[in-house]
């Protein structure tokens, strides 16, 4: 033991039913279902950092299953039956993360989003066009009605420069990520939940009880559950998830500020949002994809050279802004779409990489791994 912990903190703080790795937005709803289910289990939920080290409390608050562009190119790899099981996936997400909170905790704002074409996409407008009513029909299953349409007439309302083209989505909407978080902290602490902060995890042994070694103790528990995202290889080596480091910049507050809802450009790989009448842009870890396929946090001249750029010349022409915060978060990708849930050893569970879908994805792949877990004991 590296401190010298009494009898009464041995025998009390460091025995488990389950112990949970990691307090995402995965790890919260897989604790959060887990009591509700089992009121009686003994439940822990350790975290590295001071707040949720990934991406919980540092995305920009999409609540959103994909803009037209994406979806081609992830029908592209799952093929239209998978990608319905997705979609229904994000959704059914979506719905449970507010129906477990209430859209008030959440700051919920159901605004529209628009996926944007600037001049010279003229050939990616023409083809996501075209997929318009593809996907209108492959989603109103889920959804229970048409969701995509051209929204060109609200490029001017928007204020945009150099956009021809916009696909407007009825159903995408926002929420305020640190209330979320915090709620979902709040309630899974009242549900009997016990989180231990800066207590980060070294190893999981395995011996007749699982052995978690942390530089604060060894905790043992009956079946862990590492909710690491993109960070899990380090515990669980060997699984198809690669990290991607997504860059964020939020300008101080505009008077008049005309952008009203979520926005994707080129792909998903930049997205921009109205706050508290400040403009959210992140993204472009596409301009060195190598640089962001990484765990550490951090800054770099060129996406935020590329952002600023971006709110000068297409989102905030010819408006004065000025830059308040910056910062980065951690996501999980892979080749598959699917986050992986699964036991990785006996009584080790592992539910990661949400492929930047966090928001929509976390409260379904906490239930899943939940249930799997559940049906275990």
Aim: glycine residues 10%.
């Amino acid at each position: 033991m590296p401190n010298k912990l009494s009898y009464w903190e041995k025998s009390s703080f460091f025995d488990f039913d389950i112990i949970l790795i990691g307090s995402g937005i995965v790890g919260l709803n897989a604790a959060i279902n887990l009591k509700i289910s089992e009121p009686s289990l003994k439940l822990a939920i350790i975290e590295s950092g001071f707040l949720p080290s990934g991406a919980s409390t540092k995305n920009a608050g999409f609540a959103c299953f994909g803009s037209i562009s994406e979806l081609i190119e992830q029908e592209g790899i799952c093929g239209a039956e998978g990608l319905v099981s997705l979609i229904e996936k994000r959704w059914k997400g979506l719905l449970k993360l507010r129906g477990i909170l209430g859209d008030k905790e959440i700051d919920y704002q159901p605004l529209g989003g628009y996926e944007l074409f600037k001049d010279d996409d003229i050939f990616l407008y023409e083809a996501c066009v075209a997929k318009i009513e593809h996907y209108n029909q492959l989603i109103k299953p889920v959804i229970g009605s048409d969701t995509f349409s051209i929204g060109n007439k609200k490029i001017s309302k928007f204020g945009l420069k150099g956009i021809n083209g916009l696909i407007a989505n009825r159903y995408e909407a926002q929420i305020d990520t640190g209330k979320m978080m915090f709620a979902l902290i709040q309630y899974a602490q009242k549900l009997g939940c016990t989180i231990f902060n800066n207590c980060e995890v070294e190893e999981i042994v395995s011996e007749h009880k699982l052995l978690v070694k942390t530089k604060q103790g060894n905790f043992t528990g009956r079946k862990v559950i590492v909710t690491t995202n993109a960070f899990v290889n380090k515990l669980i080596p060997g699984l198809d998830v690669k990290p991607g480091r997504g860059q964020v910049l939020i300008t101080k507050p505009i008077k008049n500020l005309k952008i009203n809802g979520t926005f994707h450009y080129d792909k998903g790989f930049y997205y921009f949002r109205n706050i508290n009448d400040r403009v959210l842009l992140g993204g472009g870890r596409n301009l060195d994809f190598r640089a962001e396929e990484t765990t550490k946090p951090g800054l770099t001249p060129i996406v935020q050279d590329t952002l600023e750029k971006l709110l000068k010349t297409v989102i905030l022409p010819e408006t004065h802004f000025e830059i308040d915060y910056r910062w980065s978060g951690i996501m999980a990708f892979g080749k598959q779409l699917d986050p992986i849930v699964t036991e990785t050893s006996p009584n080790i569970f592992c539910a990661v990489r949400c492929n930047g879908m966090g928001v929509a994805m976390g409260s379904q792949t906490g239930e899943d791994v939940a249930e799997l877990v559940l049906k275990s004991l």
